[in-house]
């Protein structure tokens, strides 16, 4: 059988972006699989109405391939799901992509070096030297553990898996969350739903989304002149690499971010008591900040009602809160994100000496920098464990880790090594370091976020500035790493 150089598991911005900057380092043997029918990844899978992204257009690209062509400050999930497009088209990776192609798990052969992926339906394994494993935080959507979910006689729609086909029509909603995509999704399904009933568990902090169309002049100023483009990119990236201040750590700045959330909140709603309820009782940055305009002004139309009560059940009509009430409705919207593996693999794992990367993870993820794991060679994540930006674009923090894994590939086939394992010890430093810095973070202040596991264990986020993380991956440190070479006839 054929082995590959590289497999690329993931067909989203992580995979499409290593196969780019493989291409680019002149390594051309490798292969994308992907699950699905269709490119796309996390924009795929997001249509929901009002779908868009929270950080600014300039910095949600990659900078070796930017696009003049925004239209928007922040952009929908269609154009950024075209911009996907236009780089497979552009960089001609279609033959390289397999769709349909779902892995059921990776195994280590120790012996020869290479990794065989498992594929559903298939027979034969894909065999590979390296494994950049692409799936994306945000590719399972997650249901929330309520009693009686099951029972629900209506419509049952996820914001990831959006039910095109229904009409909202004069229908009675109910919107369980109201987290990131609640706050895009809710205003729009007012203008059309009978009723909206939104059930909250935590206010969060939404500050002001300035979303402004882009002029066609700025537009060509930038397709004529890319250093007009990359400038107006710093601008934004040390822009919000300032806000880290106040949003990873507890300052002075928290509080200004708190004050802008709690202007926002003043002028756009009225009412005392619908303030109170919607008032943050955490420190800015210790959850996802917010973006809208929309969402206060939404939640005070006539036809929509803000439910804080616990939800105590779902039953057959509708749902059941704590002081016995039953708010029927003809469909449950579940704005509640996604399941990330915070702990354990969304595929099983098999490394060096059958030992198996969900035993590992059990309590929590962990890697070195985010991009390697001890006892697994020649496998690289994206979006690692302890990668998750607060403050700053995904892409920042993706491109380090793309160029930090292709010039460890590079040293693979370079130097015909059958294994590239990186030392258990520098891993442990490492993330001992991590949680240290983590510890005086606002996301470990004391709320209840998805970015922690039930012992409160941080797997997710980076503590510090982008402009560190990308320190961390400039160079592949080999003295960090167990290097073995192939030997004769491998």
Not at 2 to 25: E, K, N, P, S
Not at 389 to 408: I, K, M, T, W
Not at 418 to 437: E, P, W
Request: a positive charge.
């Amino acid at each position: 059988m054929h082995t590959l150089d590289v497999a690329i598991i993931g067909a989203g911005f992580a995979g499409i972006g290593a196969a780019i900057r493989l291409q680019q380092h002149g390594i051309h043997n490798f292969m994308i699989v992907e699950r699905a029918a269709t490119i796309g990844g996390t924009w795929r899978d997001n249509t929901y109405p009002g779908a868009a992204c929270d950080i600014p257009s300039r910095l949600y690209c990659y900078s070796f391939a930017p696009n003049p062509n925004w239209t928007h400050t922040y952009s929908g999930s269609a154009e950024i799901l075209d911009y996907l497009h236009a780089l497979v088209t552009e960089h001609r990776l279609r033959p390289y992509i397999r769709l349909g192609h779902n892995v059921t798990g990776l195994a280590f052969d120790e012996r020869t070096g290479v990794w065989q992926i498992t594929l559903e339906g298939r027979a034969l394994a894909m065999l590979a030297r390296s494994v950049v494993l692409a799936a994306g935080p945000l590719a399972n959507p997650s249901l929330p553990d309520i009693r009686g979910i099951d029972t629900y006689r209506g419509r049952k729609i996820h914001s990831a898996r959006w039910d095109h086909d229904y009409d909202f029509t004069d229908k009675r909603v109910a919107v369980i969350g109201t987290g990131a995509s609640a706050v895009q999704i809710i205003p729009e399904l007012v203008d059309t739903a009978a009723t909206v009933k939104v059930f909250q568990r935590t206010p969060g902090w939404v500050l002001p989304r300035i979303n402004r169309r882009t002029n066609n002049l700025v537009k060509q100023l930038y397709r004529k002149v890319p250093l007009a483009e990359r400038l107006a990119r710093h601008a934004w990236f040390y822009g919000h690499e300032s806000v880290a201040v106040g949003v990873v750590w507890n300052s002075p700045l928290t509080r200004a971010v708190e004050l802008v959330g709690t202007a926002q909140l003043r002028r756009q709603v009225e009412d005392p008591w619908l303030r109170r309820q919607l008032t943050p009782n955490f420190r800015a940055g210790c959850k996802r900040l917010l973006l809208s305009d929309e969402y206060y002004p939404a939640l005070q139309r006539a036809n929509c009602t803000l439910i804080t009560w616990p939800i105590a059940r779902i039953c057959e009509e509708g749902i059941r809160t704590a002081e016995g009430v039953e708010h029927r409705a003809d469909c449950i919207v579940f704005a509640t994100g996604f399941d990330v593996s915070k702990a354990g693999t969304p595929i099983p794992v098999v490394g060096r000496d059958g030992r198996l990367l969900a035993e590992e993870w059990a309590r929590g993820a962990y890697a070195y920098k985010s991009v390697a794991v001890s006892g697994y060679p020649n496998l690289f994540l994206t979006f690692g464990p302890n990668s998750g930006p607060g403050h700053n674009s995904a892409f920042v923090y993706l491109e380090a880790q793309l160029d930090y894994l292709v010039r460890a590939v590079g040293t693979i086939l370079e130097r015909n090594l059958r294994m590239l394992d990186v030392r258990r010890d520098r891993q442990d430093r490492y993330n001992a370091a991590i949680q240290r810095r983590l510890a005086a973070t606002t996301w470990n202040s004391g709320c209840r976020s998805w970015y922690l596991t039930e012992d409160r264990f941080n797997p997710t986020m980076y503590p510090g500035f982008a402009t560190q993380y990308v320190h961390h991956l400039r160079s592949v440190d080999l003295d960090d790493y167990l290097l073995v070479e192939s030997t004769a006839g491998q």
